[in-house]
């Protein structure tokens, strides 16, 4: 893989439906299921390989499901639930997502954190599209030690 920073882009959601914990959201290959989620409601579709939230569907159906003819670009993701907690100056709260990218250098136990970025939001998903018209939102960055 190239070191470009364009290798985010190319796994940070095909890379989501191998990890099993209980830190990362449930998440399937599309072309893999046999059946879809019972609770379909509670999941997101998400392109693979796009970003900035083009392409994501936050309310899924069946039928919008059956009728994707490449099912092997898209996961569908279980639904993270962020709580609006930071009171603004104007009286609305907002929600926050922190994603932090940290790599461990070969033969360490520890791995460090190298880079973040912090989301607020108030809109129904994290991103500028979802924050049109709203203030106290957008992307900063966390300091850490």
Request: charged letters at 25%; proline letters at 6%; hydrophobic letters at 40%.
């Amino acid at each position: 893989m190239d070191r470009h920073p364009n290798w985010f882009y190319r796994i940070s959601k095909y890379i989501l439906p191998l990890l099993k914990s209980k830190y990362v959201p449930e998440s399937f290959y599309l072309h893999q299921l046999n059946t879809y989620p019972a609770d379909l409601e509670n999941y997101v579709l998400k392109p693979l390989f796009s970003f900035a939230g083009a392409g994501v569907n936050l309310h899924i159906t069946p039928k919008i499901l059956d009728t994707i003819p490449d099912k092997q670009h898209f996961i569908i993701q279980k639904k993270v639930k962020y709580e609006p907690i930071i009171l603004t100056p104007t009286g609305e709260k907002s929600k926050c997502e922190i994603r932090m990218l940290m790599l461990r250098e070969k033969g360490k136990i520890k791995a460090k954190i190298i880079n973040n970025l912090v989301r607020i939001t108030k809109g129904e998903m994290v991103g500028v599209k979802y924050n049109k018209d709203k203030d106290w939102v957008g992307a900063s960055a966390a300091f850490f030690e």
